[in-house]
């Protein structure tokens, strides 16, 4: 009599939704040799190597543009010509020019919109970008105003609360806690529409309040549930240039998305990619840094206990470090 077949082995068991493949266990495998084998001494080297990196294309002709610059909020953070988002909702008579790119890195199923933070002028065009493109939420990781200076206007209104910026009719209709309220993230349900359109877009706004300028969250998994919040579609992020934090966090998520296909992540070329769109992305070094503390502290989530202590070496190689 034959002997029966032994079963097929399983996938490792995981937190979550979805098993982990021998694929995708590879390749978050190497991605945590990687890392660990450069250390932060390395990453910091490896990014005051990277970090004067422009694009290949660095053409920025509507940034320049006479009646553009009084929508620029930084004279030195460019808007590149070949991934700029073109505004054609009410133009004319609406100017087409919004300090904004379209985000796409190989591996990340959603496309990200990166965009300054907008000025009290530019609040009606931002609202046309974001129902143009059908967006489905917008991501704000800055305040209005830190350490003293204007970085963001407020450019949406109270919960429960409506108003009209230029030719965009602008409802917020519930505003809830993130998380236990322990992330500072706050979700408002937004609604926006041209005027005499009946046709809205409603987006889930993510408002992330424990983010400086320039630095990184105390918690690298407070931008974890921040991420894991936005759904699926298109999502318009921003900081207040719309370059350091919003690059950071546009890189960890597709890190995460391509370590969950299996592939293998060359963080410095997904940086050099990114650029390519978002000129400036990715400020500090700190920020480059927190990306890999992110994606290993996802890792050590996705496979409990077997790389726990390796992200807690880091984590406290890291606060050793004591960047700014």
Known sequence: MAQPQAPPP????????????????????????????????????????????????????????????????????????????????????????????????????????????????????????VHQESATSVVMLCKCIEDGKNKCAQYFPDANAYKNYGCMFVNNKKTEAGTAGEDKLVIHTIEALPEGCSNSTVVKLLQMNDWPDRGVPEKPMSVLRMIRAIPTGICVIHCSAGVGRTGTVILIDAIIHRLLKGQLCNVKEMFQTLRNQRASAVQAESQYVLIHTCVLEYIRAKLPGKYRESALQFAEEVKNAKMI
């Open 10 to 129: 399983q996938p490792t068991v995981v937190q979550g939704r979805n098993a982990v493949t021998p694929e995708v266990e590879a390749a978050m495998a190497d991605f945590v040799k990687t890392t660990l084998a450069k250390g932060v001494a390395g990453l910091r080297k490896e990014f005051a190597e990277i970090k004067v990196y422009t694009a290949t294309e660095y053409k920025f002709e509507a940034f320049s543009n006479a009646n553009n610059i009084p929508k620029n909020r930084y004279k030195d953070v460019v808007c590149l010509d070949g991934s700029r988002v073109v505004l054609n909702l009410n133009v004319p008579p609406e100017s087409d020019y919004i300090h904004a790119n379209l985000i796409k890195l190989e591996g990340l199923d959603r496309s990200y919109i990166a965009t300054q933070g907008p000025l009290e002028g530019t609040i009606p065009d931002f609202w046309r970008l």
